[in-house]
Nanobody, 123 residues
Framework: QVQLVESGGGLVQAGDSLRLSCAAS????????MGWFRQAEGKEREFVAA????????YYADSVKGRFTISRDNTKNTVYLQMNSLNPDDTAVYYC????????????????WGQGTQVTVSS
């Protein structure tokens, strides 16, 4: 099993940028497709972005397309989420997750999760 630890969250103003990081340890990082999800208070966890094992394919939710960029560095066992043009609707706890088999947009298919990092965007 891979262990995941997110970092980089914080309080920002609308229009600002943040970069989230997710460091992996344990099983071979490059075996996994990596995803970012978020969960706002009172709402279900939703898919944000995913990246395949070598970074050759990326996937985004429509709500973040053009503003967020997912990337990974397999030499550092880390996946990133660059978030630009943040708005209050992006406020949520952000989670990274590892998928070995299944559908990238389905949270229940992911095998491992980090503890989450809070992102708060003020207007």
């Amino acid at each position: 099993q891979v262990q995941l630890v997110e970092s980089g969250g914080g309080l920002v103003q609308a229009g600002d940028s943040l970069r989230l990081s997710c460091a992996a340890s344990g099983r071979t990082f490059s075996n996994y497709l990596m995803g970012w999800f978020r969960q706002a208070e009172g709402k279900e966890r939703e898919f944000v972005a995913a990246i395949n094992w070598n970074g050759g394919r990326t996937y985004y939710a429509d709500s973040v397309k053009g503003r967020f960029t997912i990337s990974r560095d397999n030499t550092k066992n880390t996946v990133y989420l660059q978030m630009n043009s943040l708005n209050p609707d992006d406020t949520a706890v952000y989670y990274c997750a590892a998928l070995s088999t299944g559908s990238y947009w389905k949270p229940n298919d992911y095998a491992a999760w980090g503890q989450g990092t809070q992102v708060t965007v003020s207007s």
